[in-house]
């Protein structure tokens, strides 16, 4: 492990826990940041705080940054930024230990913010011209996340284009003469992941059935030891491949799409992430690969790992104690499954996902297998075609159809799962047993992105709104009247899990797709929210 990062997650396990119990699961809302007089004017698509937890910054269709700095016990803002980015901004993100900002948007950009002057954060309507410092024009497409290390002049950045590019600012560099991208993939590229606690790992996903995992370390000798693959000259080596044994019911063969991925910041193995129209997954770059063959129509989803583990470090190495999911069957809704309610109010399945949930009549799946003749075609580099890692656990219970949804981790030690949902709630589950422990209102039509406070159990959430709304625990504003749904649980997971309700879903955004083609502005449309693609910074 890394010196700085073990101090770092040291430190802030000890405040996290200092709070005591289990505050994740008594969160309510108790700030709603904007109005019509501050704020956004749009969907609010990135949030990231900077490494004190001072200030919080937001992102989105305006193309403007609120910075929203803490003022006693709430938060205010003082400094608005525009960008000069001409289209939505999907990502925004604090470098650390500097008081510099870096964005990414449609317009194929990346740009380079300094807030700070003779030691203060500029207050007021600031131009780009005012603290932009660097334009960046290295993607050929829209530019769709911004992931930081542990240095305020690096970073990485990922777009539809197929790459993932790295940035040192420390180096010259004048665009249109642009190194080599890091990484170049055979689809469009919406999402990335790292741990500070393993930084030469990367993983990226986009319009795939599968994210793809990069170590940058160039020794083939531990490339082969510790992966088994043979290493290249490459700044990057393609190590895994995380999978599905079968897609969702209802989903197309080559039409899977990965719109969010996290790697664990407290353990550097464990990784999250959300597939579109099914739901959010558990790997672990630990868990040896299965060949897809071997893996049956009626065999279960959830796949304990494999006894073997390969260690990176010691003081990384996961529990050897698997669960499964125990909610997957009472979400899909199918056969005489129901929701069963605890007495601590958690909501279980009633059968683990041991037993084929999906099993129809016959014996088969109802959701289709993904066999070895789904394998990524020609068009696919021998370099990355991997072993499969399949997942460890699946949570559901909220909707990813509508918009892009991220995924993250909660908790002092990362023991919590949370994403939004297409029903304008978020969703907190136990990572260890796949139990649903919360379930909040967090927006008025969609919530796409939730980050949470390094050091406090305090979460940001936002969505289609133009507001941001800050979670604490047990602190609700005298206007919301506490936004916890867990006491509808059952009929919010029954409604997520509705086949028809799903395909109402997909078909708006459909016909929104073909609105904005045609010119055709989404308001227009009847019934049609309009289009807000979200991208939450890591």
């Known amino acids: 492990m890394i010196p700085w990062a073990r101090n770092q997650l040291k430190a802030r396990t000890a405040l996290l826990e200092k709070c005591g119990g289990s505050p994740w699961t008594s969160l309510d809302r108790f700030q709603i940041l904007g109005d019509n007089t501050t704020g956004h004017w749009g969907c609010v698509n ?18 403007r940054i609120c910075l929203w700095q803490q003022t006693g016990t709430e938060y205010a803002c003082d400094t608005v930024i525009h960008t000069g ?29 300094d807030i700070v002057k003779n030691g203060q954060i500029r207050n007021g309507e600031l131009t780009s011209g005012d603290v932009c410092t660097k334009i960046l024009k290295c ?34 560099h004048t665009c249109p003469d642009c190194p080599t991208p890091l990484l170049r993939l055979p689809h469009p590229l919406s999402t990335l992941a790292t ?55 209802g989903e197309r063969a080559r039409n899977e799409y990965i719109s969010g991925s996290r790697m664990s910041q407290t353990n550097g193995h464990e990784v999250l992430l959300s597939y579109m129209t099914d739901a959010v997954y558990l790997y672990s770059v630990y868990d040896d690969p299965t060949e897809p063959g071997s893996i049956s129509n009626a065999s279960s989803v959830i796949l304990s790992s494999n006894s073997k583990r390969r260690r990176l470090d010691t003081d990384l190495h996961p529990s050897s104690s698997i669960f499964v999911d125990s909610s997957s069957a009472a979400f899909l809704g199918l056969g005489d499954q129901t929701l069963e309610v605890n007495s601590d109010g958690d909501t279980a399945g009633s059968e683990s996902m041991d037993t084929d949930s999906n099993m129809n009549a016959d014996g088969n799946r109802d959701s289709d297998s993904l066999d070895s ?48 949902s297409d029903d304008g709630n978020w969703f907190l589950w136990s990572k260890d047993s796949g139990e649903l422990k919360g379930i909040w209102e967090g927006d008025g039509s969609v919530v796409n992105a939730i980050e949470p406070h390094p ?43 509705d086949p028809l309700a799903r395909l109402a879903r997909a078909r708006r955004l459909q016909l929104e797709d073909l609105a904005q083609h045609l010119g055709i502005r989404p308001e227009q449309l009847e019934g049609s929210q309009g289009e807000c693609v979200i991208m939450a910074s890591s």
């Not at 930081?148 to 180096?171: A, G, I, M, N």
Request: net charge neutral; with cysteine; hydrophobic share 35%.
């Open 195 to 249: 741990s500070p606690l393993a930084p030469w790992l990367i993983v990226v996903a986009g319009e795939s059935a599968y994210a793809h995992l990069f170590d940058r370390r160039m020794i083939r000798r531990i490339l082969q030891l510790e992966w088994g693959v043979p290493g290249a000259d490459d700044d990057a080596n393609c190590v895994r491949r995380f999978g599905r044994a079968s897609r969702a019911s």
């Open 373 to 420: 003749e789904e394998e990524p075609g020609d068009d696919c580099p021998s370099r990355l075609i991997r072993p499969i890692v399949f997942p460890r656990r699946r949570f559901v219970g909220a909707c990813n159809v509508e918009t892009v949804k991220d995924v993250n981790f909660l908790g002092a030690k990362d023991e919590f799962v949370t994403s939004g």
């Open 139 to 172: 993607h050929s497409t829209r530019v769709k996340r911004v992931v930081t290390q542990d240095s305020p002049s690096y970073f990485l950045t990922v777009s539809e284009d197929r790459t993932v590019r790295d940035h040192d600012l420390r180096k010259p």
């Open 85 to 113: 980015h001409t289209a939505n901004v999907f990502s925004a993100h604090f470098l650390p230990s500097s008081s510099r900002i870096v964005t990414c948007a449609a317009d194929h950009q990346v740009r380079l913010f």
């Open 455 to 497: 050091t406090l159990p305090l979460v940001a959430v936002s969505g289609i709104d133009e507001t941001v709304k800050l979670f604490s625990p047990d602190r609700p504003s005298s206007e919301s009247g506490g936004m916890s749904r867990m006491s509808h649980a059952q009929s919010i997971v029954s409604a997520n899990s």
């Open 46 to 63: 990135a949030l990231s705080w900077s490494s004190d937890g001072r200030v919080l910054i937001s992102s989105g269709d305006d193309r």
